[in-house]
T-cell receptor, first 114, second 110 residues
Framework: SQKIEQNSEALNIQEGKTATLTCNYT??????LQWYRQDPGRGPVFLLL?????KEKRKERLKVTFDTTLKQSLFHITASQPADSATYLC?????????????FGGGTRLMVKP | DGGITQSPKYLFRKEGQNVTLSCEQN?????MYWYRQDPGQGLRLIYY???????QKGDIAEGYSVSREKKESFPLTVTSAQKNPTAFYLC?????????FGSGTRLTVV
């Protein structure tokens, strides 16, 4: 079965710096990867989706890359702000069809200090 | 506004009691899911449904039951057979691609 691995240790960075979070997958190459943000006591919120044939995707201060050789996705937040502090979840889908099942990683907690 | 609503936000269960968590969506999504999240851990799939009147077990279905009589609704019952039910429960729905999650129900055994 698919396994998604994220660094379980919290990432602490200074405001204004770029935060980089890692997501590694094993076994099967996903059709696409998704990134979600989760605040304490709340449900995850969808941020970005990147497909297998895409190298990079951007949305405002967010950037996601997908490296099928390394079996890895990197999630970057540039010019980070304290409001970016949250847990970020990576999820993979094996197929492109509707209602496709996602496998979630354990998430990485990001702390941005002023 | 379209969205997914979970209720209640907090729920307390006594030993040996069944409780039902509500999940309603008005996004016209076919697929719905229930996840369990324990402190500091990722999401574990309990049950999912890809169409009305059909549902499948996820990775940790034992001690849980669901129904999908309407497209909008996917309630989860935590039965007395679930020995460690204290957790944060999340419902989600999807059309194609991204999931939309509810705000969760925190269940505590007292």
């Amino acid at each position: 079965s698919q396994k998604i691995e994220q660094n379980s240790e919290a990432l602490n960075i200074q405001e204004g710096k770029t935060a980089t979070l890692t997501c590694n997958y094993t076994n099967y190459s996903p059709a696409y990867l998704q990134w979600y943000r989760q605040d304490p006591g709340r449900g995850p919120v969808f941020l970005l989706l990147i497909r297998e044939n895409e190298k990079e995707k951007r949305k405002e201060r967010l950037k996601v890359t997908f490296d099928t050789t390394l079996k890895q996705s990197l999630f970057h937040i540039t010019a980070s702000q304290p409001a970016d502090s949250a847990t970020y979840l990576c999820a993979s889908a094996l197929f492109n069809n509707a209602g496709n099942m996602l496998t979630f990683g354990g998430g990485t907690r990001l702390m941005v200090k002023p | 506004d379209g969205g997914i609503t979970q209720s209640p936000k907090y729920l307390f269960r006594k030993e040996g009691q069944n409780v039902t968590l509500s999940c309603e969506q008005n996004l016209n999504h076919d697929a719905m899911y229930w996840y369990r999240q324990d402190p500091g851990q990722g999401l574990r799939l309990i049950y999912y449904s890809q169409i009305v009147n059909d549902f499948q077990k996820g990775d940790i279905a034992e001690g849980y039951s669901v129904s999908r009589e309407k497209k909008e609704s996917f309630p989860l019952t935590v039965t007395s057979a679930q020995k460690n039910p204290t957790a944060f429960y999340l419902c989600a729905s999807s059309g194609a691609g991204a999931y939309t999650f509810g705000s969760g129900t925190r269940l505590t055994v007292v």
